[in-house]
T-cell receptor, first 114, second 116 residues
Framework: KAGVTQTPRYLIKTRGQQVTLSCSPISGHRSVSWYQQTPGQGLQFLFEYFSETQRNKGNFPGRFSGRQFSNSRSEMNVSTLELGDSALYLC?????????????FGEGSRLTVL | GDSVTQMEGPVTLSEEAFLTINCTYTATGYPSLFWYVQYPGEGLQLLLKATKADDKGSNKGFEATYRKETTSFHLEKGSVQVSDSAVYFCALSGVNSGGSNYKLTFGKGTLLTVNP
């Protein structure tokens, strides 16, 4: 079956702009999580959604937001981009009804902020 | 808060060598522990997991045992192959009063290179 799909795979933005990243989870998975991966900080949790509700949120500023749609697809948005937002943004899905579940990761969206 | 510390890399080994990547954690309650692997240009994949003390996770010749007394989950493989070259991440799934917090806390990752 199809894996987790993230779009776009690569994008370049300038400071002050905003960006929206999209994630389509594996069919039947109702939980979607987002992580930021950088060389300095490693993998950091952004937020997790289940059935359109945010269940947990990481320690990121309010410029980072997300949502989940009724078909479980998710988007995350970063407003007023800063140079430090350059990173690989990973989406992961899981069934979400059992804990702890196995996370299935997409290949990521690589954001470069100039 | 929860944290994971894993050995700094990079680690370079010859094929068929023994591998150990150390991982220790700090968490409240009884977290679940994971090893994920990231091959070049790919997303993370679950390698193995353990959900309670003394559990041993194993997959593809890799093993790790959940040691609550030492808060450790070291990854081992008896004989590595060139195809094992990747970045390995130790992670924990924390808990709160309501159960899982549905969040993974990762270590910084260890780059393993296996030479023929």
């Amino acid at each position: 079956k199809a894996g987790v799909t993230q779009t776009p795979r690569y994008l370049i933005k300038t400071r002050g702009q905003q960006v929206t990243l999209s994630c389509s989870p594996i069919s039947g998975h109702r939980s979607v999580s987002w992580y930021q991966q950088t060389p300095g900080q490693g993998l950091q949790f952004l937020f997790e959604y289940f059935s359109e509700t945010q269940r947990n949120k990481g320690n990121f500023p309010g410029r980072f937001s997300g949502r989940q749609f009724s078909n479980s697809r998710s988007e995350m948005n970063v407003s007023t981009l800063e140079l430090g937002d350059s990173a690989l943004y990973l989406c992961a899905s899981m069934v979400g009804t059992t804990s702890p579940g196995e996370l299935f990761f997409g290949e990521g969206s690589r954001l470069t902020v100039l | 808060g929860d944290s994971v510390t894993q050995m700094e890399g990079p680690v370079t080994l010859s094929e068929e060598a023994f591998l150990t990547i150390n991982c220790t954690y700090t968490a409240t309650g009884y977290p679940s522990l994971f090893w994920y692997v990231q091959y070049p240009g790919e997303g993370l994949q679950l390698l193995l997991k353990a959900t309670k003390a003394d559990d041993k996770g194993s997959n593809k010749g890799f093993e790790a045992t959940y040691r609550k007394e030492t808060t450790s989950f070291h990854l081992e493989k008896g004989s590595v192959q060139v195809s094992d070259s990747a970045v390995y991440f130790c992670a924990l799934s924390g808990v709160n009063s309501g159960g899982s917090n549905y969040k993974l806390t990762f270590g910084k990752g260890t780059l393993l290179t296996v030479n023929p």
